[in-house]
DNA sequence: CGCAATCATATGTCAGACGTTTAATTGTCT
DNA sequence: AGACAATTAAACGTCTGACATATGATTGCG
């Protein structure tokens, strides 16, 4: 872990590189104690504040963590779920918003990930993950609400499907996918008659699961991926008609 | 985007934070340079050192980019796929290689998404595509191939199909899946007669693909994964049993 | 023996400086 | 006037040295 051609450039990222190296590599276990900022500088032969760039780049990928005084110093960071879960949402987020991926392309992934969940979730399905869909369901029928309280309680039926399959994986991988689309789904204005049909497939879904019936949980997402790119596509269109009238 | 409590810890942290927030909401667009690290200083009240901190930050994200030279500064980066692909794969190995994430469930991950491809994948899959999946298939059969070597044509063909369903999201969401799971596939010692069974598994998935038969290519990705399961156990088994004869 | 004051260590921050890269400007020559 | 070369200016990248602050360990006193 010393690799440091005498190019006088990106030298904060060739220390991360190499700090990171090591520590996916096994090299530098879990919670093991990095060598002090001064320390480092002296190994690397740089200054202080170039390894502490170095640093900040890593504590920005949750790789270490940092913690001050006598006894301080940076530690490898045992990565959390929850902790990807929020890179994995914003890395999603900024790709979905300015990569010119399109709702229908999100909006199949989304749901083909959810479909593969659906199996496990049929199987595993516990009372808590069925009592949050139910309750998400039936916040959804409430009247006055919002188009983004009725997006977030759309987020959260869907986290509580996708976590029922009682796969750590699974959630991380589609914590991105579904939440990313938020900012996206909250641009859609669901009319009575919508938010009716939605309920009424989430209501379904939730039967399905409690039966511990797979296919049918499978149709009845299969009809929600639909009826959403039906709705988004609705919107799209208005949208596109707005802009010619002007 | 001047929030910085007088709190005089973290001020790095907060200052990333804010530029961050201002990219992820639109404020600061693709390609907006933003003000030099002096006038950041200035404008946060802070020394340069640690603006550039804040920088490095986000340049570990992937968010901003830097030039040196006349023109040169901190740019908003349009993030594109292929460095989302290194951050993803980069998380998920170190979720799966020190966050007790078993191999049965990194396993069921990978091919329940892989089976949510399946379908558009054989809707999709272009010459291009087939192509590779035959190709790898068939070096998978070169005898004298080292383990390491059958498990990355293993992960390139698996890539292939997930790439044929022609949704860039769920190339990026499977990327970490299935590259993540390489270094422990590594660990697995194959007989030619478990190889034999993987290819002609693949060979069969090719064929279904290329048939554009989705049910055949599930049900042979579901033998696969069952395979693979199986395999990865009796890996496990042995190895127990040589830490009990120890 | 217990508790409080002190100390040592390491991170967090600041100030000022120099080197390097790069583009724009200027100046000169044809 | 136009083209090419030299100068200049802006900005990042790095270094040095210093001070502030947090925190565990040590020491000293009652």
Chains 1, 2 share one sequence.
Do not use: W
Not at 174 to 192: D, H, K, R, Y
């Amino acid at each position: 872990m010393k690799i440091d051609p005498s190019n006088p450039a990106d030298l904060s990222a060739q220390i991360a590189k190499a700090i990171r190296d090591a520590i996916i590599s096994g090299a530098l276990p879990v919670d093991e104690r990095l060598p002090s900022e001064a320390e480092l500088a002296e190994q690397f032969d740089v200054s202080r504040p170039t390894v502490r760039e170095a640093l900040k780049r890593l504590a920005a990928q949750s790789l270490i963590r940092t913690q001050r005084g006598a006894t301080g110093g940076a530690f490898v960071n045992r990565l959390r779920f929850e902790d990807a879960y929020g890179q994995q949402i914003t890395t999603s987020t900024l790709l979905l918003s300015m990569n010119d991926v399109s709702f229908a392309t999100a909006c199949e992934a989304r749901y083909a990930l959810e479909r593969a969940c659906a199996p496990l979730s049929a199987a595993r399905r516990t009372a808590d993950h069925l009592a949050t869909m139910r309750a998400e369901a039936h916040r959804q029928s409430q009247p006055g609400l919002t188009d983004e309280a009725f997006c977030a309680s759309d987020v959260a039926f869907h986290r509580a499907l996708v976590d029922a399959a009682g796969n750590p994986v699974l959630s991380y991988q589609l914590a991105g996918a579904v939440e990313a689309m938020q900012p996206l789904m909250n641009m859609i204005t669901f009319s009575a008659r919508d938010r009716e049909r939605i309920i009424a497939l989430h209501t379904a879904i939730a039967d399905a699961i409690e039966a511990q019936d797979s296919a049918q949980a499978d149709e009845n997402l299969a009809n929600l991926a639909a009826y959403t790119q039906e709705l988004a596509q609705d919107v799209i269109a208005k949208r596109a008609a707005k802009a010619r009238a002007k």
